[in-house]
């Protein structure tokens, strides 16, 4: 019996040639399959935020894509509330470093609330990665009571 050579080439064995076929088989399955990789995280404790110009870390998760170029969906969503008046509250989403995007709201009244939500696709390739939520907001503090209050929450989905 003659070793192929060639993927495709027979090798003579009927058996051999067999289980080469199954082998092809299965790993054109393998290939086709869908891989549901993702990971959440939530603020489960209260946080306040001081007059923060530069951003603050506020969420972070970790993933590992395996596949050589791909993407990462990305979806955050916050409730939170300023405690001064005349004051914005920002939030961006940060992967590997990198803002790839953000949004705010200015308060006119203290003590309003507002509602954030941002979804991203970020192109990636294969090996770990970081997504990162940060806030900042310029005039004394906001807060999220995540723990103490059901309307305020901040969280965070990575696929």
Not at 9 to 14: I, N
Not at 128 to 151: G, L, M, P, Q, Y
Request: proline residues 3%.
């Amino acid at each position: 019996m003659k070793p192929p050579t060639h993927r495709n080439e027979q090798t003579g064995s009927a058996p051999l040639d067999r289980i080469q076929g199954n082998v092809r088989d299965l790993i054109a399955y393998v290939r086709g399959l869908a891989v549901d990789n993702s990971t959440y995280v939530e603020l489960l404790a209260d946080k306040t935020l001081g007059l923060s110009i530069a951003y603050a870390p506020l969420l972070a998760a970790r993933i590992t894509t395996m596949l050589a170029r791909g993407h990462l969906d990305i979806s955050f969503s916050a409730s939170s509330v300023h405690i001064t008046n005349a004051a914005n509250t920002s939030f961006r989403i940060v992967v590997d470093g990198r803002v790839v995007k953000a949004c705010y709201h200015t308060y006119s009244v203290v003590n309003t609330a507002a509602c954030f939500a941002m979804i991203a696709r970020v192109p990636v390739t294969h090996g770990a990665h970081v997504v990162a939520i940060e806030w900042a907001t310029n005039n004394n503090s906001a807060r999220i009571n995540a723990a103490s209050v059901t309307e305020e929450h901040a969280s965070l989905l990575v696929r």
